[in-house]
C-alpha cells in the first residue's frame, strides 16, 4: 500500500498501477466532483484519467496515510489527512480509504469523509 501512496504522490502513475488489478476500482468523491465526474475511475485508463482530473482540479494536494488497519478479509482501512488547495481555498480534512485486494493487488480503492468541497 505505501509504494502505492508513494508512486502517487511522487507523480508516477505507472508504477502505482503495477500494484492494481487491470478493472480496478477508484471512488474519489471530492475530485471527481469537482472535474464534474460522478462515477468512479475504473481500469488503469481510468486512474489516469484521476490523475489528470487531479492536477487540473487542485492546484496543491497532499495525501498522508496515518494508520493501516486490517479489517475483513483482503480489506484495509486507512485513516490519513488531505490537504489541498483550489486557488486560495485550502482544505485540510481527515479521510478513510477502504482499500479491497485480489490476488495480491490493489482491486478498488473508496475514499470518504471529505464533505463538501467547491473552488472558490
Known amino acids: 500500500m505505501q509504494s502505492v501512496y508513494d508512486a502517487f504522490t511522487s507523480g508516477d502513475v505507472e508504477a502505482g ?45 497532499t495525501i498522508t496515510p496515518e494508520t493501516f488497519t486490517p479489517a475483513a478479509d483482503g480489506v484495509v482501512l486507512i485513516r490519513g489527512l488531505a490537504e489541498g488547495r483550489i486557488g486560495p481555498q485550502k482544505i485540510r480534512a481527515q479521510i478513510t480509504w477502504t482499500w479491497t485486494f485480489r490476488d495480491g493487488l490493489v482491486a478498488s480503492i473508496h475514499s470518504s469523509g471529505i464533505g463538501e468541497v467547491r473552488p472558490a
Open 17 to 61: 498501477l503495477r500494484h492494481m488489478t487491470d478493472d480496478v476500482v477508484l471512488d474519489v468523491e471530492a475530485t471527481g466532483r469537482l472535474a464534474g465526474r460522478f462515477e468512479p475511475y475504473r481500469g488503469h485508463d481510468g486512474i489516469r484519467e484521476y490523475f489528470a482530473d487531479t492536477q487540473r482540479v487542485w492546484d496543491e494536494l
